[in-house]
C-alpha cells in the first residue's frame, strides 16, 4: 500500500489557459517533471484528478481527452517522471449536453475521482494529499479526508518540496 499524491491538471501540470484540450496548447508549469520525479522518489503514487467540463461543453470529446494524457505521460516519462494514473471528470450539472449533463460525485468539489483511485489502486489514504489551484480542489480533499495544498503558481517542483519537507 502505497501513499498518493492526487495533481490537478489544468492550473497545476499545465497552465489553464481555458479548456486546453490539444497538445500544441499545453503550456507545461515550470517544474512540473521535476515534481513529479520528486513525489516518484518519495514513493508516492501519482495521479492526475481533473474535471473535463469542456467535454459536457461540447469543445472536444473523451478520445481527445484520453490523447492529451497519453501525450501528458510521455513528456513526463521523456523527463524521467511517472504519471501512475489519470482520472477525468467529463459531466457538468448544468451545461453539459445530452448525457453530459448531470451530478457526478467525481466533479470536484466531489471527492469521486480520488475516492476511485484509493480503491482501484492499492493506495491508503494516510499521508495522501493533494495539489489543486482552486477551492474545489481543496473542497474534494477535504471530502477525501486528505490534505489539500493550493499551488499558487510559480515552480511545481520548489511547490511539492516544500509539502514533503
Ligand atoms: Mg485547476
Known sequence: ?????FLDR????????????RPEQAQVTPGAWAAVRRLNAAGLFVAVVTNQAGVARGLYDEAQVAAMHLWLRA??????ARL????????HPTEG???Y???????????????DLLRFFPL???GSFLVGDRDTDLQ??????????RFPGGDLDAFVAGILA
Not at 1 to 5: D, K, N, Q, T
Not at 10 to 21: F, K, M, N, S, W
Open 1 to 5: 500500500m502505497r501513499s498518493a499524491a
Open 10 to 21: 489544468d492550473g497545476v501540470l499545465i497552465a489553464d489557459t481555458g479548456y486546453p484540450h
Open 75 to 80: 513528456q513526463a516519462a521523456a523527463a524521467g
Open 84 to 91: 501512475d494514473a489519470f482520472a477525468h471528470c467529463p459531466f
Open 97 to 99: 449536453q445530452g448525457r
Open 101 to 115: 449533463r448531470r451530478d457526478s460525485p467525481r466533479r470536484k468539489p466531489g471527492p469521486g475521482m480520488i475516492e
Open 124 to 126: 491508503r489514504r494516510d
Open 140 to 149: 474534494a480533499a477535504a471530502a477525501a479526508g486528505i490534505p489539500g495544498h
